[in-house]
């Protein structure tokens, strides 16, 4: 089991606004990172160090930090946005690096 | 561009090796760690361990001590992963990725993967 926690499926309708969470007590000391993978696809970082957004990333996606708790924020959920969303961080020792099991996004 | 082209698909015997490229460009190699991450069949990402190509420091995640060395080649930019002693369960997709900031696991960049097949 991962340090890092996702909830396994999350759905939004279309244009409505969706936050997926990552659990874990090591993002009371890590920032979190946030990657969107597509069926057959590599990953790609959609936010990373808490709330940074690559360029070419829509600035629908932000991302937020509380506590042991990291959330990605999507605001008016688009259908290109459906993927599979993958959480990571430090793990709770601090020299190594872990994801969450990832978090299924239907687009309704 | 930053690209990351990794070898080719690979089917191995149990107890066997494998080692799988990564070859760099668009950048300075010795300028960025590269870690590798896998994905089994359907399921989600692992981090195996990073590289550091300016120095030839590594970092293994505790499940592969002992059975995964990376390294590079800093003449043709390219980085290795070598994974012993295959069992099934070691069937996965591979990818390189760039970190983007040190090691702290922000990858910006990814290799396009590598299958590799542990069956008898």
């Known amino acids: 089991s991962s340090e890092l926690t996702q909830d396994p499926a999350v759905s939004v309708a279309l244009g409505q606004t969706v936050r997926i969470t990552c659990q874990g007590d090591s993002l009371r000391s890590y920032h979190a990172s946030w990657y969107q993978q597509k069926p057959g696809q590599a990953p790609v970082v959609v936010i990373y160090a808490k709330n940074n957004r690559p360029s070419g990333i829509p600035d629908r996606f932000s991302g937020s930090s509380s506590g042991n708790t990291a959330s990605l924020t999507i605001t008016g959920a688009q259908a290109e946005d459906e993927a599979d969303y993958y959480c990571?961080?430090?793990?709770?020792?601090?020299?190594?690096?872990?994801f969450g099991g990832g978090t299924k996004l239907t687009v309704l | 561009q930053v690209q990351l082209v990794q070898s080719g698909a690979e089917v191995k015997k149990p107890g066997a090796s494998v080692k799988v490229s990564c070859k760099a460009s668009?950048?300075?190699?010795?300028?960025?760690?590269i870690s590798w991450v896998r994905q089994a069949p359907g399921q989600g990402l692992e981090w195996m361990g990073w590289?550091?190509?300016?120095?030839?420091?590594?970092n293994y995640a505790q499940k592969f001590q002992g059975r995964v060395t990376m390294t590079t080649d800093t003449s043709t930019s390219t980085a290795y992963m070598e994974l012993r002693s295959l069992r099934p369960d070691d069937t996965a997709v591979y990818y390189c990725a760039r970190d983007a900031l040190g090691d702290q696991g922000v990858y910006d960049s990814w290799g396009q993967g590598a299958l590799v097949t542990v069956s008898s």
């Open positions: 590289i550091s190509p300016y120095t030839g420091n590594t």
């Open positions: 668009g950048y300075t190699f010795t300028s960025f760690g």
């Open positions: 990571n961080s430090r793990d709770s020792s601090g020299k190594h690096v872990v």
